[in-house]
């Protein structure tokens, strides 16, 4: 069984995820990955030396193509279980970025398929017990934010 598990931070080093749901226009912005049917909000792994924000840039365009978006930081997750990116089950962490996306360049050639874009969340999910907790948390932290 997998847990998820919500932060306001950690040590920088522990970092090595980050997601980033989106949104372009009012609409969802989800990936298809080449070799699977299931879809999945950008993210991925940080790389060495890199800045834990500049993963997420990185990763938002390799897998959207976003070029233009503001970018906020929601909080740090952590994930415990053994998933297809962790094979250990020990606890990992990552960073949860909301985007909101302006433009888009084409698709960089990278794993992805296609971007999906979806006015609800009812989709076939590539990590189905941790994509919808991100994406309702996210979903809290941009009401929270509105009601400012």
Known sequence: MLEVKFYENVEDSLLKFAVIVARHNGKW?????????TYEVAGGHREENEKI?????????????????????????????????????????????????????????????KVYLSDDLTIDWTYPLIQPILIKKVEDWIFDNESE
């Open 53 to 113: 924000i500049d993963t997420a840039k990185r990763e938002l365009f390799e897998e959207t193509g976003a070029c233009e978006f503001n970018l906020n930081s929601v909080c740090v997750y952590s994930v415990i279980g053994k998933n297809r990116v962790n094979n250990s089950g020990e606890e990992m962490y990552g960073m949860l970025y909301y985007a909101d996306i302006k433009t888009f360049e084409k698709l960089p050639e990278s794993e992805m398929e």
């Open 29 to 37: 912005v989800f990936c298809k990955h080449r070799q699977r049917n």
